[in-house]
Protein backbone atom coordinates (compact mmCIF):
# COMPACT_ATOMS: atom_id res chain seq x y z
CA UNK A 1 0.00 0.00 0.00
CA UNK A 2 0.84 3.44 -0.78
CA UNK A 3 -0.11 7.15 -0.75
CA UNK A 4 -1.84 8.31 -3.39
CA UNK A 5 -0.56 11.62 -3.70
CA UNK A 6 -1.28 14.15 -6.55
CA UNK A 7 1.24 16.85 -5.75
CA UNK A 8 4.42 17.70 -3.28
CA UNK A 9 2.02 19.46 -0.92
CA UNK A 10 -0.59 16.71 -1.18
CA UNK A 11 1.95 13.98 -0.20
CA UNK A 12 3.14 16.14 2.64
CA UNK A 13 -0.23 16.48 3.88
CA UNK A 14 -0.74 12.59 3.60
CA UNK A 15 2.29 12.19 5.12
CA UNK A 16 1.76 14.78 8.16
CA UNK A 17 -1.86 13.40 8.75
CA UNK A 18 -0.11 9.26 8.59
CA UNK A 19 2.76 10.45 11.06
CA UNK A 20 0.02 12.09 13.47
CA UNK A 21 -1.79 9.17 13.53
CA UNK A 22 0.75 6.89 14.25
CA UNK A 23 2.30 9.17 16.81
CA UNK A 24 -1.16 9.11 18.23
CA UNK A 25 -1.22 5.13 18.70
CA UNK A 26 2.28 4.84 19.86
CA UNK A 27 1.46 7.49 22.85
CA UNK A 28 -1.31 5.67 23.34
CA UNK A 29 0.46 2.38 23.56
CA UNK A 30 3.42 3.31 25.74
CA UNK A 31 0.91 5.11 27.99
CA UNK A 32 -0.61 1.42 28.08
CA UNK A 33 2.44 -0.24 29.08
CA UNK A 34 3.81 2.55 31.95
CA UNK A 35 0.04 1.93 33.62
CA UNK A 36 1.40 -2.17 33.56
CA UNK A 37 -1.50 -2.43 30.47
CA UNK A 38 -0.42 -4.33 27.97
CA UNK A 39 -3.64 -5.96 27.03
CA UNK A 40 -4.85 -2.11 26.10
CA UNK A 41 -1.76 -2.07 24.18
CA UNK A 42 -2.60 -4.87 21.81
CA UNK A 43 -5.82 -3.62 20.95
CA UNK A 44 -4.21 -1.55 18.40
CA UNK A 45 -1.37 -3.66 17.29
CA UNK A 46 -2.93 -4.39 13.95
CA UNK A 47 -3.51 -0.49 13.35
CA UNK A 48 -0.18 0.53 14.37
CA UNK A 49 1.28 -2.22 12.03
CA UNK A 50 -0.04 -1.57 9.52
CA UNK A 51 0.58 2.38 9.18
CA UNK A 52 4.78 1.66 10.37
CA UNK A 53 4.69 -0.29 7.10
CA UNK A 54 3.46 2.53 5.25
CA UNK A 55 5.24 5.21 6.97
CA UNK A 56 8.26 3.31 6.51
CA UNK A 57 7.85 2.73 3.03
CA UNK A 58 6.23 6.47 2.25
CA UNK A 59 10.01 7.36 4.15
CA UNK A 60 12.25 5.34 2.49
CA UNK A 61 10.48 6.45 -1.06
CA UNK A 62 10.72 9.99 0.15
CA UNK A 63 14.37 9.55 0.60
CA UNK A 64 15.04 7.84 -2.17
CA UNK A 65 13.28 10.03 -4.43
CA UNK A 66 13.61 14.09 -2.47
CA UNK A 67 11.87 15.19 -5.76
CA UNK A 68 8.45 13.93 -4.68
CA UNK A 69 8.39 16.52 -2.13
CA UNK A 70 10.69 19.78 -3.21
CA UNK A 71 7.86 21.47 -4.72
CA UNK A 72 6.01 21.81 -1.50
CA UNK A 73 6.33 25.30 0.50
CA UNK A 74 8.67 25.19 3.55
CA UNK A 75 5.52 25.55 5.79
CA UNK A 76 4.85 22.75 4.94
CA UNK A 77 8.01 20.79 4.76
CA UNK A 78 8.41 22.42 8.16
CA UNK A 79 4.92 20.87 9.41
CA UNK A 80 6.59 17.08 7.82
CA UNK A 81 9.55 17.67 10.19
CA UNK A 82 7.66 18.65 13.71
CA UNK A 83 5.32 15.28 12.64
CA UNK A 84 8.50 13.49 12.40
CA UNK A 85 10.59 14.43 15.35
CA UNK A 86 7.49 14.48 17.04
CA UNK A 87 7.33 10.62 16.49
CA UNK A 88 10.83 10.20 16.88
CA UNK A 89 10.49 11.24 20.42
CA UNK A 90 7.02 9.33 20.95
CA UNK A 91 9.28 6.01 19.87
CA UNK A 92 11.62 6.58 22.04
CA UNK A 93 9.06 6.74 24.99
CA UNK A 94 7.74 3.14 24.06
CA UNK A 95 11.38 1.91 23.71
CA UNK A 96 11.63 3.10 27.34
CA UNK A 97 8.33 1.90 28.79
CA UNK A 98 8.73 -1.65 26.48
CA UNK A 99 12.65 -1.82 28.10
CA UNK A 100 10.51 -1.29 31.59
CA UNK A 101 8.24 -4.24 31.34
CA UNK A 102 10.57 -6.78 29.80
CA UNK A 103 12.26 -6.26 32.93
CA UNK A 104 9.48 -6.60 35.24
CA UNK A 105 8.24 -9.41 33.34
CA UNK A 106 12.22 -11.29 33.77
CA UNK A 107 11.87 -10.67 37.22
CA UNK A 108 8.59 -12.10 37.81
CA UNK A 109 9.35 -15.25 35.31
CA UNK A 110 12.98 -15.79 37.39
CA UNK A 111 10.91 -15.20 40.64
CA UNK A 112 8.78 -17.87 39.86
CA UNK A 113 11.33 -20.68 38.07
CA UNK A 114 13.23 -19.96 41.43
CA UNK A 115 10.57 -20.34 43.95
CA UNK A 116 9.63 -23.19 41.87
CA UNK A 117 13.00 -24.72 42.00
CA UNK A 118 12.79 -24.13 45.27
CA UNK A 119 9.57 -26.06 46.04
CA UNK A 120 11.52 -29.25 44.02
CA UNK A 121 14.56 -29.39 45.71
CA UNK A 122 12.90 -29.60 49.23
CA UNK A 123 9.74 -32.26 48.22
CA UNK A 124 8.79 -35.44 50.08
CA UNK A 125 12.09 -36.59 52.31
CA UNK A 126 13.76 -39.38 51.55
CA UNK A 127 11.63 -42.74 53.10
CA UNK A 128 12.62 -46.45 53.66
CA UNK A 129 11.45 -49.31 51.32
CA UNK A 130 10.62 -53.12 52.30
CA UNK A 131 14.38 -53.69 52.67
CA UNK A 132 14.77 -51.16 54.79
CA UNK A 133 17.44 -49.44 52.32
CA UNK A 134 16.92 -45.33 51.97
CA UNK A 135 14.83 -44.92 48.81
CA UNK A 136 14.64 -41.78 46.78
CA UNK A 137 12.56 -38.96 47.74
CA UNK A 138 9.59 -37.95 45.36
CA UNK A 139 10.84 -36.30 42.48
CA UNK A 140 8.91 -34.08 39.72
CA UNK A 141 10.30 -35.55 36.57
CA UNK A 142 9.07 -32.06 35.11
CA UNK A 143 11.64 -29.66 33.74
CA UNK A 144 11.38 -25.82 33.68
CA UNK A 145 13.70 -24.18 31.45
CA UNK A 146 14.80 -20.13 31.72
CA UNK A 147 16.51 -18.70 28.59
CA UNK A 148 18.31 -15.59 29.87
CA UNK A 149 18.49 -13.75 26.81
CA UNK A 150 14.52 -13.63 26.20
Given at each position: ?A ?11 Q?VL ?6 A ?9 E ?5 EA????E???R ?6 H??A ?5 PAL??GATLQ ?5 T????A ?15 K?V???I?RA ?7 Q????APA ?5 GQ????N?DG??IT?N??A
Amino acid sequence: MALAAESPSDRIEQLVLLTERLTALVAAQAAAFEAHKPAEAMATMEETSRLANLYRHESAKIRANPALISGATLQERARLTRATEAIDAVLARQSRALGAAKTVTEGIVRAIAEEVASQRSHGAPAGYGASGQKTQANVDGSAITLNRRA
